[in-house]
C-alpha cells in the first residue's frame, strides 16, 4: 500500500490484474476501434509510484503499454501519468479522481474512464 502523503492509497482499487474491452474513437465520426486485453497495476519503488501495464488487441493490432502514475499534486489535485508503448510513442496524461472508485485519465485526444 501506498505511504500516506503522496495521494496514491486512494488508487489503491485499481492495484490488480483487469479485463480490459472498449472502443476508441479516432474522430466522432469514425467507426469504433474495439479494444479488448488484459491490464494489470501494481505499487513500485518503494510505493512511490503506480506500474501500469498493459496487453491488449486495438483491432487488429497487439498493443502493449507501461504507464508509471505518480504522486498527487494536492495543488492541482490530479495524478500524473506516464505512457510508453510498443511503437515508441509516449505521452503524459492527468488523472482525477471524480468519485470513489472512479478515475479520470485525460491527455492530448484522450478521455478514459477507469472504474472499479
Known sequence: MAKDGNGLQQLSF???KWKTVGEVLESPKSKPLRIDGIDSY???LDNKFI???SQVM???APTKVIEFIGPQDSLKNKYVLRAFDNT???L???????????FLVT???IRSTLQA
Open 14 to 16: 485499481l492495484i490488480g
Open 42 to 44: 501494481q505499487w513500485t
Open 51 to 53: 506500474l501500469h501495464e
Open 58 to 60: 486495438m483491432g487488429d
Open 88 to 90: 515508441g510513442a509516449f
Open 92 to 102: 503524459t496524461m492527468h488523472g482525477t479522481i471524480i468519485n470513489q472508485g472512479i
Open 107 to 109: 491527455g492530448d485526444k
